[in-house]
């Protein structure tokens, strides 16, 4: 079983900086994916970004390409999530998720591909 707890959330102004981070703590794989999706209110929950902490690929939704970056830290139990140039419509709850094991690009993308969750930390971006 693995717990994630994501931190880091709080209220900015537009075209400001937050940086997520989320912990991975009980049983640990080095051949995890994680990944952040966010939910808005009345909205489906959302891919953001992902990243395999074994290999080191990336990956990042369109609305966000460019503005956000993900990074591990080197016990590889820690991802980051830095968001630039925040926009009102990144307002969220971001929820950290994890995958142990290998998946196809595909895969990554989508909210079931992922076994484990944290509860989340709201994002808010005033205009």
């Known amino acids: 079983q693995v717990q994630l707890q994501e931190s880091g959330g709080g209220l900015v102004q537009a075209g400001g900086s937050l940086r997520l981070s989320c912990v991975a703590s009980?049983?640990?794989?080095?051949?995890?994916?994680l990944a952040w999706f966010r939910q808005a209110p009345g909205k489906e929950r959302r891919f953001v970004s992902a990243?395999?902490?074994?290999?080191?690929?990336?990956y990042y939704s369109d609305s966000v390409k460019g503005r956000f970056t993900i990074a591990r830290d080197n016990a590889e139990n820690t991802v980051y999530l830095q968001m630039n140039r925040l926009k009102p419509e990144d307002t969220a709850v971001y929820y950290c998720a994890a995958r142990v094991g290998l998946t196809f690009v595909q895969q990554i993308f989508s909210s079931s591909t992922y076994e484990y969750w944290g509860q989340g930390t709201q994002v808010t971006v005033s205009s």
């Open positions: 990243i395999a902490l074994s290999g080191g690929s990336t």
């Open positions: 009980g049983r640990t794989y080095s051949s995890y994916i």
